[in-house]
């Protein structure tokens, strides 16, 4: 029996712009260090929707063998004022001096940090239901006060 190519491709969804207050470190636990980056907005722009991003938070255990552990939860107010929950899940990890520079608050080289997500979609009935029959994955970057990520729908 031969098997169709049913390769997946990506198509880019949108790029967010999210700003960050400092990362809370929570403390020690049994799977690492836990820490909180608290979202306080920023935008979004893609071909076929845009607006803003509202407040969230994004919690982390930062692992003992480097690799973080992430799982933010935002809105997004689309131009014309309808909500879009993001469930983001996903993981990054890099060089040991990406990763000092990004734990002191510094910009690091991306091209030095594996930064990859699945984030879930959940808008309401109407223009942006479409959203909701979708998965997605995500790449991002983060800089001292901000990150950025690039949402792909995978058709």
Known sequence: M??????PELQ???????????????????????RMVSIT???????????????????????????????????????DGTHI??????IRHGSAEAMQRLTAGLPADPAQVYFRATPVL???GGQYEWL????????????PDAVLLWFYQVL
């Open 41 to 79: 907005g920023g935008s979004f722009h893609g071909p076929l929707l845009r607006g803003r991003v509202l407040n969230g938070a994004d919690w982390q255990f930062w692992r003992g063998d480097g690799i973080t552990e992430l799982e933010a939860r935002y809105l997004l107010q689309t131009d």
């Open 2 to 7: 031969t098997t169709p190519d049913m390769k």
């Open 12 to 34: 880019l969804l949108c790029e967010v712009r999210a700003t960050l207050e400092p990362t809370i470190v929570i403390g020690d636990t049994a799977r690492g260090s836990r």
């Open 122 to 124: 959940t808008a309401p």
């Open 132 to 143: 909701n029959r979708s998965l997605y994955l995500c790449t991002g970057t983060r800089l």
């Open 85 to 90: 929950e993001v469930h983001n899940r996903g």
